[in-house]
């Protein structure tokens, strides 16, 4: 299971790095009555029961002021839109415009939140408030202290917190992504890698470096050859069990590996990660349904590298033109920005690997597509149908 990303958030002096303390039962971040202590987002890797690897993400306070606090305030914006669940602190029942914004942020973004009332000791919840919160939104107010955790009588607000986070995960568990390798039971695997002008200097590309990762992880033993000396490998080594390829030499290298042998690709691998596997598996085979005149979405979710770049902007339409026959339209939206068209004017929706974002930034990014029912693809997919590249459902050939 992948790490959990939980943001806490609030004004300044709340108790927001108290509370990562707490939690984390260190002293991470620096605690003082000094309004505006913590300046630079801190993060703490942190075990929570049954919700195992979570990030704890101390942030700036939301009512910063000044050239650095508006620096500051907008950075812990970019970090609200990372985070799977977030905690809204407030003090002496002041819920007022900041904390408002930010909650409906995060109901846009369907991140869950966790209200806590914190300093509970010095001032306790107004039921009155909390009743208003529960009309308006719907959602409960955690009584709190980092001072005094006895607060709630024999049941400690830490467990209490614990049990509001644990419900959160379960709504976000879904998003969460599997391994690359996950009910993949291969011992011996073949990596093909193509080392090009594209490729960076120095150093494997994400999906690379992790599937080796977790192929170790796993105690498998792990080949790893360039296109040009796979066919000397073959004919000199034990057959592998499987093979992973890079996309863009999907054709070549499936022409040489035995058909006997199961292959797949990086950005296969890399859907089948995402909660989002199945709507690719029946989104892809809808590029033979393409028109004249339609127009595609192609999702790049890194803005900085040039190979993506490259296979979203260049490669990608001339493969899709190429297998239609059709005169297709293109965007690209990179990073995570703004869609300008209305979803409704694409035909299809073809997402990059999305090493580089989370998996529910992903799954937010998808959403609006699958919801108008329009075919979502992922590059590695769309390039392997359209290579001629069988794959069952498991993204195996
Ligand atoms: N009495 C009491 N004091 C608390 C509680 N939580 C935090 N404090 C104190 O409140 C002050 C601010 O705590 P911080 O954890 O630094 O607050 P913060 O939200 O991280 O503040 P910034 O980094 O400035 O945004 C410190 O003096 C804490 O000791 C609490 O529950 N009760
Ligand atoms: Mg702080």
């Known amino acids: 299971m992948a790490l959990t990303n939980i943001g806490l958030f609030g004004r300044r002096n709340v108790g927001k790095s108290s509370l990562v303390n707490l939690l984390s ?5 620096i605690v003082s009555s000094v309004p505006g202590t913590t300046t630079d987002a801190v993060r703490k890797r942190i075990e929570l029961p049954d919700m195992g690897k979570c990030l704890l993400i101390d942030t700036a306070g939301i009512d910063d002021s000044g050239d650095l606090g508006t620096m500051r305030v907008e950075k812990s914006a970019a970090i609200a839109r ?7 602190l407030f003090t002496n029942n002041i819920f007022g415009k900041e904390e408002r914004e930010l909650l409906e942020f995060f109901r846009d973004e369907d991140t869950p939140v966790i209200l806590v009332h914190n300093q509970s000791d010095l001032v306790p919840l107004d039921p009155a408030v909390a009743v208003e919160l529960a009309e308006t939104y719907h959602i409960d107010v955690v009584e709190f202290s980092c001072k005094n955790t006895d607060i709630q009588g024999s049941e400690s607000a830490v467990e209490l ?7 959160a995960y379960l709504q976000v568990a879904p998003y969460q992504q599997r391994g690359m390798f ?3 039971d291969y011992s011996r695997v073949l990596l093909v890698c193509p080392i090009d002008s594209e490729a960076p200097e120095g150093r494997l590309i994400l999906p690379q470096a992790m599937a080796i990762r977790e192929l170790l992880d796993k105690r498998a033993i ?4 360039q296109p040009d000396t796979l066919k000397q490998y073959l004919e000199t080594s034990p057959l592998p069990e499987l093979v992973v390829t890079d996309s863009q030499v999907f054709s070549e290298v499936a022409a040489v590996v035995p ?5 797949t690709s990086f950005s296969v691998l890399m859907a089948r990660k995402s909660s989002c596997y199945k709507h690719y598996l029946e989104g892809t085979p809808k590029i033979s349904n393409l028109q004249d005149g339609d127009r595609i979405l192609i999702l790049e979710s890194c803005t900085h590298h040039s190979s993506c770049e490259d296979i979203g902007r260049v490669k990608l339409p001339a493969l899709f033109r190429k297998f239609t026959g059709k005169s297709l339209e293109f965007d690209v939206v990179a990073g995570l920005d703004k869609i300008e068209r209305n979803i409704s004017e694409y035909s299809m929706v073809v997402q990059c690997g999305g090493c580089m974002i989370t998996s529910k930034q992903l799954h937010m990014r998808l959403k609006p597509a699958i919801k108008a029912g329009i075919p979502v693809a992922n590059y590695g997919m769309a390039i392997a149908y359209m290579k001629g590249v069988k794959l069952s459902a498991d993204g195996i050939r």
């Open 161 to 167: 917190l614990l049990a509001y986070l644990y419900k």
């Open 222 to 225: 792990v080949s790893v050859v």
């Open 259 to 263: 058909a006997s042998v199961p292959l």
């Open 82 to 88: 990372q985070v799977d669940i977030a905690l809204i």
């Open 182 to 184: 996950e009910g993949l």
């Open 25 to 29: 039962g260190q002293e991470i971040s």
